[in-house]
């Protein structure tokens, strides 16, 4: 069965206690680390410095998110810090393939990012090259937006892609994930639930996490039944 994966957004934590933040998700399969330069997406967070220490504390891997221009020059600095996971948009890369090479090759996976409008079919071809394909829920950019159903054709087309071609690539979706929208989005093939304020702005964000995985495994445990 495709293992279901929590990975938090820190986008929605409290930026100040960064390291206290991360100990209460612990239990996640990932951190997801929201890089945004204020041109591929009209917001501004941290940069390869910050992310960097984020690494060096966290109890989780990390998996970052570059909402970044110019993908080409700037991701593979990421893979070089020694990150787990690097996820570039296709929008903003000349060249995925030979970018989503460059990460592998640095030891990181490769991860490639689509907008809710891009669509998934011209990228079919390279999904060998990818690790994970991330299938935007929301319009990037910011935490706490209603996931978007329009979203999920894509995924399930997406999801045969894969299956049908037997390639072992991850289905992330990152934005509006909840309790409620986790079944939707795993019933049409994701594996991968990023989630930002479902988990930061509970009580117990170790406890919304579970709760998370609990559901999203149920649903594509049901899904392979
Ligand atoms: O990349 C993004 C936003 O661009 C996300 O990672 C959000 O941070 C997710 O937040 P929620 O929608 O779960 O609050």
Redesign the pocket.
């Known amino acids: 069965m495709t293992q279901c994966c929590i990975n938090p957004?820190i986008?929605?934590a409290d930026f100040v206690n960064l390291e206290a933040e991360l100990q209460r998700i612990s239990n996640a399969d990932a951190v997801?680390v929201?890089v945004m330069d204020n041109h591929f997406?009209p917001n501004l967070t941290i940069g390869l410095p910050v992310v960097q220490r984020i690494q060096a504390v966290s109890p989780v891997p990390l998996d970052a998110?570059l909402?970044i221009a110019d993908a080409d020059r700037w991701a593979p600095g990421f893979a070089d810090a020694g990150l787990a996971s690097v996820t570039f948009h296709a929008e903003a890369s000349i060249a995925p393939v030979k970018l989503a090479r460059e990460l592998r090759s640095r030891g990181s996976k490769a991860g490639m990012a689509l907008r809710p409008a891009t669509p998934v079919e011209p990228y079919l071809d390279m999904l060998p090259e990818l690790d994970m394909l991330l299938i935007m829920t929301?319009e990037?950019?910011?935490?706490?937006?209603a996931f978007l159903d329009i979203t999920l054709p894509k995924i399930r087309r997406a999801r045969a892609a894969i299956d049908g071609s037997g390639v072992g690539v991850a289905i992330q979706v990152?934005?509006?994930?909840t309790e409620e929208t986790i079944t939707r989005a795993a019933e049409a093939g994701a594996n991968v639930f990023?989630?930002?304020?479902?988990v930061y702005g509970a009580d117990d964000p170790a406890a919304a996490i579970d709760r998370l995985r609990e559901k999203g495994a149920r649903t594509l445990r049901s899904a392979t039944e």
Do not use: C, E, K, N
């Not at 990037?140 to 937006?145: R, T």
């Not at 990152?174 to 994930?177: A, N, P, S, Y």
């Open positions: 957004s986008l929605s997801h929201d997406v998110h909402m929301v990037p950019g910011f935490g706490g937006q990152d934005g509006g994930i990023v989630a930002g304020s479902a």
